[in-house]
């Protein structure tokens, strides 16, 4: 039975694969971060609350129960006027009894449009998660690929978050920087990471989608080189109580553990994935194949 269409494409982290997903805004606000194409063919807009109200409320009654987790789709919908978000999230936790979270993506530019004042009470009606997109901790990549926002003051923004009680999800991409920075990229990724101690850190790694200027523009490094990325990364990643995850379908090799317990094992799993590479010359020097379609 089908109750409402998604605008599609419709984008979620891996971790909401259990979620139900209500589609707040269609695109995104920014939409210029040069190497991301993932809303490229849409127009940016907010959906009228009314309309996403009616959507929550087509979910029949006998299902209900059953929705613990939902996801506000698209690509920032934290940018939604704080007003209209509450809205939503009163007409979340009325029609799902059981609901215990709902998270969003959040740019830069989403989360310095909102004050602590307006996380803390979008917090208080549920909004406990924000998946936010570092992309890379090294300023010139992060200019190069128009990120919008220095590193410096996107710390500044998660810290907001934080104090507020909202947790966060930390992306960064692997390869983003191409060969030229790819251990500026490395080591300052990993000292903003480990300067926030998000409660998650999710590496993906560079893929093929509306981007191929950006790809262009880059030398892009090899599976191995991808690995050895990971290697200088991690060498340099201490935070104080963080889950890394490299569980998107895009990368090369699947990393899970807690930080500062795993951190070793984590190091070690690199170095082992790193000796087979090496001994492969065909696989290392391979650029790595996944691209999403269109
Ligand atoms: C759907 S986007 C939403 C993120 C959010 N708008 C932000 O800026 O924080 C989710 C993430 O996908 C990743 N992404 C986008 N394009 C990518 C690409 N071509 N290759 C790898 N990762 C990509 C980026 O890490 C981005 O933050
Ligand atoms: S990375 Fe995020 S802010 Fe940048 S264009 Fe993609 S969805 Fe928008």
Redesign the pocket.
């Known amino acids: 039975m089908i109750y409402f269409h998604y605008h599609e494409p419709v984008?979620r982290p891996p971790s909401e694969a259990n979620s139900l997903i209500f589609q707040a805004t269609i695109g995104?606000s920014?939409n210029r971060?040069t190497?991301?194409?993932?809303y490229k063919n849409k127009r940016f807009q907010l959906r009228p609350v009314e309309e996403v109200v009616r959507e929550i409320n087509l979910v029949p009654a006998a299902h209900r129960a059953s929705i613990r987790r939902v996801f506000l789709a698209d690509?920032?919908a934290l940018i939604y006027p704080v007003a209209g978000l509450t809205e939503i999230l009163l007409a979340l936790g009325e029609a799902f009894p059981q609901l215990t979270r709902v998270s969003c993506?959040?740019?830069?530019q989403s989360l310095a449009g909102k004050s602590s004042e307006d996380l803390a009470q979008l917090r208080d009606h549920k909004l406990r998660l924000l998946?936010?997109?570092l992309?890379s901790g090294d300023p010139i990549t992060l200019e190069a690929v128009n990120k919008g926002y220095t590193a410096q003051a996107m710390l500044g923004q998660c810290r907001k978050a934080r104090q507020a009680g909202l947790k966060l999800s930390v992306?960064?991409?692997l390869g983003l920087a191409g060969k030229q920075r790819s251990r500026q990229h490395a080591q300052a990724t990993a000292r903003w990471v480990t300067e926030l101690s998000p409660e998650y850190f999710s590496l993906?790694?560079?893929?093929?989608?509306h981007?191929d200027d950006f790809l262009r523009g880059i030398v892009p490094l090899t599976q191995g080189e991808m690995l050895e990325e990971i290697r200088e990364m991690l060498g340099h990643l201490r935070p104080e109580r963080t889950i890394l995850r490299s569980n998107h379908v895009?990368n090369l090799l699947q990393l899970a553990g807690s930080y500062p317990k795993d951190r070793q094992r984590l190091k070690n799993e690199v170095d082992e994935a790193l000796t087979y590479a090496r001994q492969d010359r065909d696989w290392y020097d391979a650029l790595p194949g996944y691209a999403e379609s269109l």
């Open positions: 984008f995104c920014h971060c190497f991301c194409g993932m690509g920032d993506y959040a740019s830069p998946y936010f997109g992309e992306t960064a991409i993906l790694t560079l893929f093929s989608r981007n895009s």
